[in-house]
């Protein structure tokens, strides 16, 4: 049964930063694209960052957050992170991870397979 779960939300003050970890059960996460996406209230779910499976390892980060956010994963903790920093009032959103088949990742939410149950992340002063 293949299961995420995002850990590492909180409240933040601009400019500062959070560290957001999806680890998974059932699959072995390095054989696989993961995602991380977020929705904000009233809005559309959307991409953030994604990497692909260990044999592509490519990366790909939605324009509003390149510089800012930084994918990685790691092998033996079977766990994808998402280190954010110099968080903005926008970036206020409840924060998803989550998998598809194919291992070329992707910032589509459409195209995702397995999904995390979220967790909350919220940038006030």
């Known amino acids: 049964q293949v299961q995420l779960v995002e850990s590492g939300g909180g409240s933040v003050q601009p400019g500062g930063s959070l560290k957001l970890s999806c680890t998974g059960s059932?699959?072995?996460?390095?054989?696989?694209?993961i995602g991380w996406f977020r929705q904000a209230p009233g809005k559309e779910r959307e991409g953030v960052s994604c990497?692909?499976?260990?044999?592509?390892?490519?990366?790909d980060y939605a324009d509003s957050v390149k510089g800012r956010f930084t994918i990685s994963r790691d092998t033996a903790q079977n766990t994808v992170y998402l280190q954010m920093n110099n968080l903005k009032p926008e970036d206020t959103a409840v924060y998803y991870c989550?998998?598809?088949?194919?291992?070329?990742?992707?910032?589509?939410?459409?195209?995702?397979?397995?999904w995390g149950q979220g967790t909350q992340v919220t940038v006030s002063s």
């Open positions: 989550a998998t598809r088949i194919p291992p070329k990742c992707s910032l589509g939410p459409n195209t995702q397979d397995y």
């Open positions: 059932g699959f072995t996460l390095t054989y696989y694209a």
């Open positions: 990497v692909s499976s260990v044999s592509d390892g490519s990366t």
